[in-house]
Nanobody, 121 residues
Framework: QVQLVESGGGSVQAGGSLRLSCLASGIIFRINAMNWFRQAPGKQRELVAAISNIGITHYADSVKGRFTISRENAEKMVFLQMNGLKPEDTAVYYC???????????????WGQGTQVTVTS
């Protein structure tokens, strides 16, 4: 059984920073891509940042230059450092990972439960 659990959300004033963490637990052979998504009220869930198993990163244009995704493979964790936060960054942030549990298994996408980020003016 694989679980992803996010932490680090909260409320911050515009211009502030937050660091989100996501821990993968359970029997895991390998984690491929790890990603952060977010969903604001009334909006579609959108990809915020992604990182491959070799560290190649991708960012949504709206967060480029402000957010940094990183991972620690041995600890099975992914992080999202969010600087220069804006009110429009307010959303529930979800960790997402492509995980295989054994060498013979295909990758399966897993989602965390989400953590709320609120940025006030």
């Amino acid at each position: 059984q694989v679980q992803l659990v996010e932490s680090g959300g909260g409320s911050v004033q515009a211009g502030g920073s937050l660091r989100l963490s996501c821990l993968a637990s359970g029997i895991i052979f390998r984690i491929n891509a790890m990603n952060w998504f977010r969903q604001a009220p009334g909006k579609q869930r959108e990809l915020v940042a992604a990182i491959s198993n070799i560290g190649i990163t991708h960012y949504a244009d709206s967060v480029k230059g402000r957010f940094t995704i990183s991972r620690e493979n041995a600890e099975k964790m992914v992080f999202l450092q969010m600087n220069g936060l804006k009110p429009e960054d307010t959303a529930v942030y979800y960790c997402n990972a492509e995980i295989i549990q054994s060498a013979r298994d295909a990758a399966v996408v897993h989602w965390g439960q989400g953590t709320q980020v609120t940025v006030t003016s």
